[in-house]
């Protein structure tokens, strides 16, 4: 081993425990005493200020996964027939379908890009979109969508300035980097709660489009035994921006947030557009020329992590040379060439001989120099057959040690005390006037309508939207065109759920991702989650954690066409996003939020919510419950979450779940909408409004027999269920498919030929609205925050 620089190293060994920790805080670095000491042991000596800072990076929480690991390993299922590759790689990718006798596969990744989104809300929710995109892309995909689930405070409580200004600036990040890259936006998620006055969630989704036989693997290839590989940077110089983000998003967010804007990345979508084009044409060429190659984005931890990564992965070495490396200016310091998150940066490795002709791709054909100044492809590395892994800086070794030591991982079991159980909750007031409170609910900022958030953007861009936001409970697209094939998606989240149940919280969470894909026609095929949660060093935190994941692994098993006993809609990609609480103390509520993604051999199938026609019959399945825990009725009438959920049996869920994709897919069901965030008075609002809109018709319900007592625990009870609308032609094929299921439904209501939404109990009117004005309402409220 080459002689370090001892100008490079840092003393850990021999410190007591309190010197440690203060070495380690002036070098501003998370790691612990504990874990420093077990840097050394692997290390066999100290440091230099390069291994140091990828430790730190490394077994930060958002890169090691050191405490959540082995709960996801114990619980979640990440296998079943239509997964081509799950959770290891960046991004899940799952059989699509055969078109034209090619195979293709849908890829999706999900990820968190919270403290960046609190400290600077534009560029933060921006680079989390970037990032995204590039975890898709590097694996030889077509991007063609992404999705945001918004987590944000009170807009109108103490915090309501900050709150809204936060508001504004996450959505002007996504959509500005979305629009420019020209990628579509496939739709979102958006929730308010006071939780998040000081810690805001944005997680984002993106999905891509990829030959199933051209996946590509973050990985040196095993053909780099035979001949020469090379490591290629291709992409934006190397700056400071983004340094040390990784463990920034691994830790409490400090009071002086916004002291830490240095670790927020600095976007650029018109350089990654390009670089996108050009990953294409590269991609397409080694393929055409059967050239075995690995391919993998830059993002936590920089050039050290992802060469290390690429050569541990194919079970090789890697020696970098810094000083090949682009960078903005020539005095940054090698720690900060090794491991800062530049943004719009990929590595790939290849074979040495083509390697000239990959740089002329980047270099000359695409022409990165004159897109962004200092932008380019270079070789800084050589794959080493011996699993050293060695970083250079001016001839000299400034990091160097075996692989396996560099990526070795590391894992906390963490303690756990559940919470104390709740006192019971206070009976809810009675709801006196009907149609006032109906109105009050309609503009709830939960339950208002989110167009004037997913106005701004860009849904068209591709050509390849059929069903938008807004208009179903998935977003539905046709990914290869020409074909009949179709893909669906959905992302959903109650964090109000999970605080008063994390188990059956989350499970409800599942079921309603499954039900908003099957209500559009679409077979569920994955999920993936980002697991949003406070400080795992608190035992409670911990707790709820690892319940919320066993709700969340038991309905994926429970909820498949046959059950636990039959394949899982399996887990294929994911994140967990700890340490979202503020140096207040105050945690936010924990928030898994769920993606679900579904296809079709035949998208002509899918449909939207709002109701088609007159006449019409409306049909309930899914009994309303008094169980009004976590309830947007509850915390309209008491300003409180609490009290029981409402009761989810899996195996009944599961054939409803089944049933309405058999009774959509047959066509006997015109129009779909799953229940949830208020209930069935919300829901079939929704699809009163999606028919007014289209043709001027209305709806009338009575809700007299419907399962619970009270006349607002049937109108706004959050049990799961569906409503459909069916035409009356249809009506026997459609109670006979959910008959043969062992599934209950009720016929409770009808369309009108007018624009009225009327809600009847018994004799008795309780709602009666001209649709135009209730849609002026729905559709406001959310505009001050938006505009």
């Known amino acids: 081993m080459q002689q370090l620089d001892n100008a490079h190293i840092l003393p850990l060994s021999g410190q007591d425990e309190q010197a440690l920790a203060e070495l380690l805080q002036r070098e501003g670095l998370r790691l612990t005493p504990g874990e420093a000491r077990r840097m050394l042991e692997l290390l066999g000596r100290d440091p230099t200020r390069v291994e140091a800072t990828i430790f730190d990076t490394m077994w930060s929480e958002h890169c090691s996964y050191k405490s959540s690991r082995w709960v996801l390993k114990a619980h979640l299922p990440v296998e079943s027939p239509r997964v081509i590759l799950g959770p290891g790689e960046d991004a899940g990718v799952v059989r699509l379908g055969v078109h034209q006798g090619v195979e293709y596969a849908l890829v999706i990744a999900h990820e968190s890009h919270n403290h960046p989104s609190q400290v600077v809300p534009t560029e933060g929710a921006a680079t989390g979109i970037g990032g995204i995109v590039r975890d898709v892309a590097c694996m030889g995909a077509e991007v063609i969508g992404v999705l945001d689930a ?18 504004r600036g996450v959505v002007d ?96 979508p018109f350089l990654k557009r390009v670089l996108l084009e050009a990953n294409r044409a590269v991609l397409e060429w080694l393929h055409h020329e059967k050239v075995a190659f690995g391919f993998k984005d830059l ?40 491991c800062s998150e530049t943004q719009e940066r990929f590595a790939m490795v290849v074979p040495e001989r083509v390697a000239e002709r990959v740089l002329d791709f980047y270099n000359k054909t695409y022409a990165l120099p004159e897109v962004y100044h200092g932008a380019r492809a270079a070789i800084v590395g ?85 069903i938008r936001a807004g208009e179903a409970d998935a977003s539905v697209l046709a990914p290869v065109p020409g074909s009949k094939l179709g ?54 935190v911990f707790a709820d954690f690892v319940r919320s994941v066993r709700g969340l692994g038991d309905a994926a098993r429970a909820l498949g066409p046959e059950g636990p006993s039959g394949p899982p809609v399996a887990i294929v990609s994911g994140n967990v996003s700890f340490y979202n609480e503020s140096r207040s103390g105050r945690s936010i509520e924990p928030s898994p939020i769920i993606a679900g993604l579904g296809v079709f051999d035949d998208v002509s199938v899918a449909t939207t919510f709002g109701i088609k026609r007159a006449g019409s019959v409306l049909v309930l399945s899914g009994p309303r419950q008094d169980r009004l825990g976590a309830s947007q009725l509850r915390h309209a009438l008491t300003g409180k979450t609490d009290g029981p959920l ?26 779909a909408h799953d229940l949830a ?56 094929q459609f109670l006979g498919i959910f008959e043969r299921w062992g599934v209950d439904v009720t016929m409770t209501g009808r369309t009108l030929a007018e624009p009225r939404f009327r809600i009847l109990d018994g004799g008795h009117t309780l709602v009666d609205l001209d649709l135009e004005s209730v849609q002026r309402i729905h559709a406001d409220a959310l505009k001050p925050l938006a505009e």
């Not at 194919?314 to 720690?335: N, Q």
């Not at 990091?399 to 809810?428: K, N, S």
């Not at 409402?646 to 129009?671: K, M, N, Q």
């Open 150 to 167: 918004l987590r944000f405070g009170d807009p109108d409580g103490p915090r309501a300035a900050p709150v809204r200004e936060i508001v």
């Open 299 to 338: 993002g936590a931890g920089g050039i050290a992590c992802a060469s290390s990564e690429l050569a541990a992965a194919g079970g090789f070495g890697m020696d970098v040379d810094l000083d090949r490396v682009p960078a903005s200016r020539e005095d940054l310091p090698p720690e900060v060439l090794a």
């Open 487 to 540: 893909a669906a998606i959905t992302v959903d989240g109650n964090p109000w759920w999970v605080a008063a149940d994390p188990y059956w919280g989350t499970a409800h969470i599942v079921a309603e991702a499954l039900r908003n894909l099957v209500a559009v026609g679409s077979e569920p095929v994955a999920l993936t989650d980002c697991l949003n949660f406070g400080n795992p060093e608190d035992p409670e």
């Open 173 to 268: 990040g996504i959509w500005q980097y979305g629009d420019a890259l020209g990628v579509p936006n496939l739709g979102g998620d958006v929730f308010f709660s006071p939780r998040f006055d000081e810690n805001c969630l944005v997680n984002v989704v993106s999905l891509g489009l990829v030959r199933a036989d051209r996946v590509v693997r973050s990985r040196v290839p095993e053909a780099a035994s035979r001949e020469p590989y090379v490591l290629i940077l291709v992409g934006k110089p190397t700056d400071e921006t983004g340094f040390g983000g990784a463990s920034f998003a691994s830790a409490v967010l400090e009071e002086n947030a916004e002291g830490q804007r240095g670790h927020v990345q600095v976007p650029d």
């Open 382 to 466: 050589r794959v080493r057959p011996d699993k050293h892994y060695r970083i250079l800086k001016s001839g000299q070794p400034v990091g160097d040690a075996l692989v396996e030591v560099i990526t070795a991982g590391i894992e906390h079991r963490r303690a756990e005390r559940p919470r104390a159980t709740a006192p019971p909750a206070e009976p809810l007031p009675p709801v006196e006037d009907h149609e006032a409170f109906f109105t009050r609910m309609v503009g709830r900022p939960n339950l208002a309508s989110r167009e004037p958030i997913f106005r701004y953007y860009d849904t068209e861009v591709q050509g390849r939207m059929l």
């Open 677 to 732: 965030e208020g209930g069935l008075a919300i829901a079939a609002l929704e699809m009163a409004l999606g028919g007014y809109e289209a043709q001027g018709i209305g709806m009338q319900i009575p809700i007299s027999g419907l399962g619970s007592t009270r006349p607002e625990s049937r109108l706004y009870s959050e049990a799961p269920g569906f409503l459909y609308e069916v035409a009356k032609e249809h009506l026997q």
């Open 646 to 671: 409402p009761e989810l049996d899996f195996d009944r869920e599961r054939r409803r779940i089944h049933a309405t994709l058999d009774a959509v897919r047959s066509g006997c069901v015109l129009a």
